[in-house]
């Protein structure tokens, strides 16, 4: 790999922007995701959204992908194609979306409660945005990237939750996924030194269970191997010296 590429102010600007155009879509999914609608219909409006603000999906066509957001339910980690399925009182649903604008990228994620859901759904969802949080929190210059690791893994553990080990969140610019790599485990003080002019897209999947993964036969959509439920956050956000920008807020 070309090592880690650092970002000029004027690029950060229009990553800015491109992480504008993400958080809006995200809150319009907030609004559309509920029981009765299908994944298929969030896809469609999310799309037009999307184009509407100057942009471009992401995801479509990035490895062959057929859609611009991921929906994932209950079991399903990330990836999940959107489709026919209706969301029904009682699910979760992680909603992962990328944009390209004038070149750069923004990504990010979040988990939705559909109508009423169970207790332990409802602690899932906190506990990985909190633990995404803490990861974040350590994205300052001076800092390692597996400094961010340790925080996520360390809260969603301690919580009683497990952290995938397959997928991890990734540097972010001209390209959807850049050096570095940032997993959601491992000890502390590891890997590349955090600079002002990085951008990172942090994004832990935990799960209710035990971390274990396997992917469906459509050669995409992750589910967890005993069934049990899985949440899914992510932010773009920059280093600075001071505390890390998050852009997809
Ligand atoms: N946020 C995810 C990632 O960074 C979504 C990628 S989906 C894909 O990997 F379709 F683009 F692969
Ligand atoms: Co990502």
Avoid at 70 to 95: F, M, Q, T, W
Avoid at 134 to 153: L, M, P, W, Y
Wanted: proline residues 4%; charged residues 25%.
């Amino acid at each position: 790999m070309g090592g880690i590429e650092l970002k000029s102010p004027s690029e950060l600007e229009i990553m800015r922007q491109a992480g504008r155009i993400v958080s809006g879509l995200l809150k319009l999914m907030e609004k559309e995701a509920k029981p009765g609608v299908s994944t298929q219909k969030l896809d469609e409006i999310a799309e037009k959204f999307v184009r509407s603000q100057g942009a471009e999906p992401a995801f479509k066509g990035y490895y062959g992908y057929p859609a611009t957001i991921c929906a994932s339910i209950n079991d399903e980690v990330v990836h999940g194609i959107p489709g026919k399925r209706i969301l029904n009182d009682g699910d979760i649903i992680g909603v992962d979306v990328g944009v390209i604008l004038k070149g750069y990228f923004s990504d990010a994620a979040r988990t939705f409660a559909i109508g009423t859901v169970d207790a332990e759904s409802q602690k899932l969802i906190r506990v990985t945005r909190e633990a995404m949080m803490r990861g974040i929190a350590q994205a300052v210059e001076g800092n390692r990237i597996s400094d961010i690791s340790a925080a996520v893994q360390a809260y969603a553990e301690k919580e009683g939750f497990s952290v995938v080990r397959e997928y991890v969140g990734h540097g972010i610019g001209r390209n959807l996924h850049e050096d570095p790599q940032v997993p959601n485990y491992g000890k502390p003080g590891e890997g590349p030194k955090l600079v002002t002019g990085m951008a990172l897209a942090i994004e832990p999947m935990i799960n209710a269970g035990s971390h274990e993964v396997k992917v469906l036969a459509d050669g995409w959509t992750v589910v967890t191997r005993d069934g049990k439920r899985s949440a899914h956050f992510e932010q773009t956000i920059f280093i600075t010296k001071t505390k890390p920008e998050i852009v997809t807020e």
